[in-house]
């Protein structure tokens, strides 16, 4: 189950917790605040049933393609590349959509007033970032993590890394802030 917390800037690896002392938590209904859903399957059921249970979660949200993605340092091809390029503050045009099969790591979303939040993952969670938010990824210390992508279409989550004036002008960001704002 995945929990969140309000990040502690510092000199720290990324693949810290970077929490305050005393930890400040963030609770799932202040994501779902901010537009990011989590859920849970219990991968430990079995392949055949957390497919199952995607099956209907991807109808349900009209997602049709997946694959999945298996970081590790031995097996990841440019994996030093990639981590940094990974947890390079970007936005996305589509849902960033995750489920965790395997291993864990840390989502950093931004929340209303640009504070990063961490949230970290696990096996069985399911984690929908929605489009336009600002955010990125690391692994944890222990370096592993096998997830499940999910995609409305054809993948359509080139990073657009944060660079203002120009990307709080992106469509898809100006919609997301216009959506924050009439939830209130
Ligand atoms: C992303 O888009 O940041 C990733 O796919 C990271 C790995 S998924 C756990
Ligand atoms: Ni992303």
């Known amino acids: 189950v995945a929990s969140a917390w309000e990040f502690a800037e510092s000199a720290h690896d990324q693949r810290e917790l970077h929490q305050y002392s005393p930890n ?16 849970f399957i219990d ?37 030093e590349e ?11 045009e589509d849902e960033e959509i995750r489920f965790i099969l395997d291993g864990s ?21 399911l984690l929908v970032l929605p489009a336009g938010i ?14 499940m992508r999910l995609f409305k279409e054809e993948p359509k989550w080139t990073p657009i890394n944060r660079d203002l004036p120009t990307t709080d002008k992106n469509t898809f960001r100006v919609g997301y802030v216009h959506a924050l704002q009439s939830v209130g």
Do not use: C, M
């Not at 790591?105 to 969670?125: H, Y």
């Not at 600002?134 to 997830?147: C, E, G, M, Q, S």
């Open 24 to 39: 400040k938590a963030v609770t799932l209904a202040q994501l779902a605040e901010i537009g990011v859903l989590y859920s």
């Open 82 to 92: 990639k981590i940094k390029i990974f947890f390079e503050e970007h936005l996305h």
């Open 134 to 147: 600002y955010h990125r990824f690391t692994l944890d210390t222990k370096n592993y993590i096998k997830a």
């Open 43 to 79: 991968v430990s059921q079995g392949e055949q049933y957390y497919n199952k249970e995607i099956d209907i979660f991807s109808a349900n949200r009209g997602y049709k393609n997946r694959d999945i993605i298996n970081i590790h340092k031995d097996t990841f091809p440019n994996y």
């Open 105 to 125: 790591g840390f989502f950093d979303v931004r929340s209303k007033n640009d504070k990063w939040i961490r949230i970290a993952v696990q096996k069985g969670d």
